[in-house]
Every structure is written in C-alpha cells, then in structure tokens.
C-alpha cells in the first residue's frame, strides 16, 4: 500500500512553482499528468489516479496543507521502435490536487489495484455532527 507523507515546510518544488508563477514564465516539461478523478462521499474526500504498469512503492504520495501531490516514474519497456501511433505516456508524472474540505489526514490510506491509485482522505468531523451522536 503507498504511503502517504504529510509534510509542514514548503518543498523545493512548491517554491520553484510559485517563484515561476510570479515571474509569468511558461516552462515546457517532460511532466505529464495521468488521468484523475477527484470527488466526495459522505465520508470521504476521494483521488483516483488511473495509471496502470506501476507498483505500490513506484508512488510518491504527500499532503501538505491543501495540496495532495501524487508523482512517479513509469517504465518505458521497449527498446529502439518506430511509433506509428503514441499515446501511452511514460517517464516522470505528477499530479496535485487542492482539497476542498476538511479532512482527518492521520486516517488518510491510498490503494493501488488494477491500474488505478486511489487516495481516500476521511472528511474532518465538526462539532455539530459530534453533536449529534
């Protein structure tokens, strides 16, 4: 199961983003974005990353404030090839999503199961549901 670190300081990445954001500068990457579902339960705040040929340890998994980043290399298996046709990405990706609730990131899991990495992050309870019990 891939492990899920919260981090306190701003990483490298976040202040380089920021100072390029700043500075308007548009930067070309070798970064791709896999495909990702983001939405709610009742109980929880849910990612869904689909990206298949991965193992658990291959994801780096972090929470840092609002911004849950998901980032890792895929494997290309291949050696010299002429494409025809190229839509399967492969190489570094990264994905960051801002979490829109509170949510109890001490309970916090992500699983990898058939292609697809799903983070699930139990919604914070308030008061008033505390209230109710």
């Given at each position: 199961?891939?492990?899920i670190v919260r981090k306190t300081y701003p990483t490298l990445f976040e202040s380089r983003r920021e100072t390029l954001h700043a500075?308007?500068?548009q930067v070309r990457s070798s970064v791709w974005s896999p495909p990702t579902d983001v939405y709610e339960t009742e109980e929880n705040f849910i990612i869904k990353v689909e990206i298949a040929g991965m193992?658990?340890?291959d994801f780096q998994v972090?929470?840092?404030g609002k911004i849950l980043a998901i980032a890792g290399s895929r494997p290309d298996y291949g050696?010299?090839?002429a494409y025809r046709q190229m839509e399967i990405y492969s190489g570094r990706f990264e994905v960051?999503?801002?979490i829109a609730v509170p949510v109890d990131a001490d309970l916090s899991s992500a699983e990898y199961k058939d292609g697809f990495l799903t983070v699930?992050?139990?919604k914070a309870r308030t008061d008033h549901q505390m209230d109710k019990e």
């Open positions: 199961m891939p492990a500075v308007s500068w193992r658990d340890e972090t929470l840092e050696g010299r090839r960051e999503v801002e699930s992050l139990p």
